[in-house]
């Protein structure tokens, strides 16, 4: 390694080191600064999405969420920024890619992206300040961390309650069985160590935490001496340093920061325990227990360690012809393997677990039996040298993809690096694999390596826990009534003094909430500071073949599309979709079983799958058109591979497999069941957009709240042999619907990969069907919803939605800066900071021609809804200032503008292509969004979001029926 730079060193940092990584196409700097000792790791690349973060150690030995309600107060207000919530207001005001803040087991971090550098420079000054010179307001502790009031906050005669952000928040995420299935394993795995703790915060441990015990959090650990910054993109490590320097550090010295960093005491024996979760009192408790084993590993930090884990795991779990994996999937033990099978290796040590749900209690020897037994047979005989490749082949390819599509590409890199530079080890070469895979490659020709492994790290590890977590009807029922019988002997105790404090605490929390800040003191950017329109990505037609090339630059890989237009299909076969989506790229194709198909697709691929997509017309949503997608990625030298592949299993999948098929449809109603408790804003604006388009019918029958049920009881009737062969031949009859349609293909890849990836798939296939196919169409749809649908969680997911308008009517683009507007300037008070819930809002779905409002682990039901209406009122009857629309607007440039990765960039260009969505309708919609006017949005408001054309869905629990039937919903049961 180099220590050689382009730039100079600024004098308040010594530069470590610089190392180029060709195959990530940059170079790593690494600096320390000189007084404090904070330590900042550069990665310089030619990309103008620029990323910052920085991290903070921090270690929490309880499980109040100290950690997490610092994260959100420190963001509530600084030094430099005493307005109330700098966060959200440059959200506003800012053309962002990415903005948030984190809270992981042992660090916090803030990061922000942008492509402007004005912008990357205000929020760097906004992050800055937030993180070093927070003013911790208590009535911001209050706020988003937990406070008492009564249940009505000005009437001493009704309850105590407890209410907060970040209160509700966990209790919303603490609702999944799979986050208290991890919670439970970590804190029998790390019984000493900060990873016992919940870092965001048990509900129950939460209300304990004081404010005076945030402070002395906040002043141990946000100190520079404990700070890990990093950057990545085109602005030189110099120019970072001179504004860290400027802006803060330069006013800290050196502070030793004492954590509880140490390795876990180890067991020398395994512990078998048994915990509960709450179900429903009225829902049955027959195949709901999950039991998982899980293993305390070595260093995450130690890169020598952590890649021997990771072959561990891929050679055990990767795919369903890895032998645990499939061990995990036929067994009848359980429904499917746990979603937590797989490494751990974010925490200083790393964690095994494997495991299965959809079982009983009592069956954890089985399970262990099984577990074991699979573990030594691989021991005994080894795993061939083919399935090691692949699995390399796997590692490379992840090193080498340039993504972004979800998360900026440099704050994935980043991401990457900060564990080893928490736990004291080489960021630099965890980021640059090559070297390190080169001796894996040797390191795999001997025969009882990998053997090795299994012995050490599993089968002679003593540090294990098998963990059973049962279903208990009751639990919550004893929850709540504990939680309300501490409030009222609380209240009990409360002298009229005492009340009325919580009264006037009350008060004065709403008033700061309702209070106008100067938020001129904020910088900003203006719709001067907007681009151009950005040019999509140029495509290249193929003369005589349906074929369409993007030449991006994608470092080493290709990607490959087929695109079928969908048949006239009846509503069965249109129903029936997502499962062929899903299983057609997990069953066996022409004479391979699906084992030999997963391991081709691992050798030969980055993986393949299987998709459709359906819009509206850009300017009636009612006329869908759909497709189904094979889509696929490779290393440059195996793309002739991914064609043929992706030909195979278009043309060659087959559903004769009987059984892996129904392996496969417990699955995916698993992952479906765990959505709801993430994803339940989204399930409920699905519901409540069910009938006011033909896409948000299809949505809602194909991945909605409607789709969870149907899986669920599609799955308990495949237990009967005949409907199980039944469901086979009409996803293969399905197939064969599929095989007579016409094709056409997307190539994307360097320049030179596309010639041969053409003619390899001209010759693949020679003789494309032409006019042999049907055209699928859906019938419009309208009618409204009115739908509380009950489940298992503590939290109530509210959406209200609305008849509006397809992309090119000239009120699309009113309507889209209408959501951000209602949101900024009375959704994110009314329901977040009053509310209490994580998160509300909402938007304009110009696919579907509906405007949603929504929130999201909200401990609220009616009073929500009636916050969606008041919006509307508040829009009408308040004056409102053009800064309040242009932060609208800009926010709406902002998702239009948010760049994706090279083959993200050429696919999405492609999509909008096949819908109808020109470069001359997109750039007319931006014209439409830069000239909107507070008249339009009124007279949008007003048009379109009447009273009589609203329809409602809410996801909320059982315990709240009969306030979802006094609100006028219809019951539905999940």
């Known amino acids: 390694m180099t220590a050689v730079s382009e730039h100079p060193v600024h004098p308040a940092f010594e530069q470590l080191r610089s190392h180029r990584i060709d195959t990530l196409n940059l170079t790593v700097e690494e600096y320390r600064h000189r007084k404090t000792g904070a330590r900042h790791l550069h990665m310089a690349a030619d990309n103008d999405e620029n990323v910052f973060f920085v991290a903070l150690r921090t270690f929490p030995m309880d499980s109040t969420g100290v950690a997490h309600i610092l994260e959100h107060t420190a963001l509530c207000g600084s030094e430099k920024y005493p307005v109330r919530d700098p966060f959200f207001m440059m959200i506003r005001r800012s053309l962002n890619t990415f903005m948030n803040a984190f809270t992981s087991s ?43 009031e009564f249940e009505t906050p000005d009437d001493p005669e009704t309850p105590l309650v407890y209410r907060g952000v970040v209160y509700n928040e966990m209790k919303g995420a603490m609702s999944a069985p799979t986050s208290q299935l991890w919670q439970n394993l970590s804190s029998y795995l790390f019984p000493t160590t900060t990873y016992h703790y919940n870092s965001g915060g048990e509900p129950d441990h939460i209300v304990d935490l004081s404010y005076d015990e945030l402070i002395r959090f906040y002043r141990h650990h946000y100190h520079p001496s404990n700070a890990l910054f990093a950057t990545y993109g085109n602005i030189p490590a110099h120019e970072h340093h001179e504004r860290f320097e400027e802006l803060a550090l330069s006013r800290f010295d050196h502070q030793h920061v004492e954590l509880p960093v140490r390795d876990e005491k180890r067991m020398f024996a395994p512990l078998n325990v048994e915990q509960g979760y709450a179900i429903g009192e009225d829902e049955s408790a027959d195949n709901k227990t999950h039991i998982v084993m899980g293993w305390l590993l070595g260093h995450s930090f130690d890169l020598q360690q952590n890649l021997e884990a990771h072959l561990l795991a891929n050679v055990l779990l990767e795919n369903s012809a890895s032998p645990l994996m499939r061990a995990l999937e036929t067994s009848e033990i359980g429904q499917s393997p746990s979603p937590l099978c797989g490494l751990e290796d974010s925490n200083r040590e790393m964690t095994f677990v494997c495991g299965i749900e959809g079982s009983e209690p009592g069956r954890d020897g089985e399970l262990e039996q099984l577990i074991e037994k699979v573990l030594s047979d691989v021991a005994e005989q080894g795993v061939s040298q083919e399935r090691l490749e692949a699995i390399l082949h796997q590692l490379e390819l992840h090193q080498r993809e340039i993504a972004g599509d979800q998360f900026p590409y440099g704050l994935q890199l980043i991401m990457s690096a900060i564990s080893p530079m928490v736990h004291g080890g080489d960021p630099v070469a965890l980021l640059d694999l090559e070297p390190v895979l080169a001796q894996l490659r040797e390191k795999i020709r001997e025969p009882d390596y990998v053997p090795n492994l299994v012995r050490r790290l599993l089968l002679d590890n003593p540090h294990r826990v098998t963990l059973t977590l049962r279903p208990d009807q009751s639990l919550e029922h004893r929850r709540q009534a504990a939680i309300q019988q501490a409030l009222a002997q609380r209240k009990a105790e409360l002298s009229d003094d005492d009340k009325r404090q919580i009264i006037d605490r009350a008060e004065a929390l709403e008033a700061r909430q309702h209070r106008k800040d100067d938020d001129t003191i904020l910088p900003k950017v203006d719709l001067s500071d907007v681009p151009l329109q950005t040019p999509e990505p140029q495509s290249q037609a193929v003369d005589g073949f349906p074929a369409t090339l993007y030449a991006r630059g994608t470092n080493g890989l290709v990607y490959q599309q087929v695109i079928v237009p969908l048949p006239e299909l009846s509503e069965d076969e249109l129903l029936l979709l997502p499962l062929y989506t899903t299983c057609v790229t997990e069953v066996g194709c022409g004479e391979l079983d699906y084992l030999q ?24 949503v009612q006329d869908l058109s759909g497709y189904l997608v094979f889509n696929g990625k490779a290393l440059a030298r195996n793309r002739e591979a991914l064609g043929d592949l992706l030909a195979d299993l278009a043309v060659h999948a087959r559903f004769d497999e009987q059984e892996r098929i129904r392996e496969l449809i417990a699955q995916v109603r698993a992952r479906r069941e765990q959505s709801v408790t993430g994803s339940g804003h989204a399930l409920a604006m699905g519901a409540a957009s069910q009938g006011l ?5 299809l949505a809602y029958r194909l991945g909605g709240l409607a789709a969870i049920r149907e899986i669920k009881a599609l799955d308990r009737a495949l237990e009967s042999a005949d409907e199980l062969k039944a469901l086979c031949q009409r996803l293969a009859d399905l197939h064969e619907r599929l095989r007579q349609q016409d094709r056409q293909f997307l190539v994307i890849g360097e320049d030179e990969q596309l010639s041969p990836m053409v003619d390899h798939l001209r010759q693949r296939w020679s003789q494309p069907d032409s006019g042999t196919g049907s055209q699928w169409s859906l019938a419009p749809v309208d009618y409204q919803t009115r739908q509380a649908w009950l489940t298992s969680t503590q939290v109530s997911f509210c959406a209200k939605a609305y008849p509006t308008v397809a992309v090119d009517h000239p009120d699309a683009a009113a309507l889209t800066v209408l959501g951000g507007f209602l949101r900024n300037g009375y959704l994110h008070r009314a ?33 929500t809804l009636a916050d969606f209406d008041q919006a509307l009122d508040w829009l009408q009857t308040e004056d409102h200032d053009l800064q309040a629309l242009e932060e609208s607007i800009l926010g709406v440039i902002g998702q239009l503008d948010k760049p994706r990765s090279p083959a993200g960039e050429a696919r999405h260009a492609f999509q909008n292509r096949l819908f109808g969505r020109t470069p001359e309708q997109q750039a007319r919609f931006r014209e439409r969004v830069l000239a909107v006017t507070m008249d339009d949005l009124k007279r949008v408001a007003s048009t379109w979001l009447t009273p009589e054309k609203a329809s409602i869905a809410v996801v909320t629990s059982a315990d709240r029926r009969a306030e979802a039937e006094a609100l006028g919903l219809n019951i539905e049961e999940l």
């Open 831 to 863: 329901i977040r900071e009053k509310g209490g819930a994580y998160g509300g809002g909402a938007g304009q779905d110009s696919i579907n021609g509906t405007f949603r409002f929504f929130s999201y682990r909200d401990p609220r039901l009616g009073e």
């Open 693 to 697: 388009s033909s896409g948000g019918w």
């Open 597 to 620: 198909m997963q391991d081709r697709i691992s050798a030969e691929s980055g993986g393949v799958g299987a998709f459709t997509s359906a819009r509206g017309r850009i300017d009636d």
């Open 106 to 148: 042992d660090w916090t971090a803030y990061p922000f992206a942008s492509k402007n550098r004005k912008d990357f420079d205000n929020l760097l000054s906004v992050y800055l300040d937030s993180v070093f010179f927070s003013k911790l307001d208590e009535m911001d502790f209050s706020q988003e961390g937990h406070r008492l």
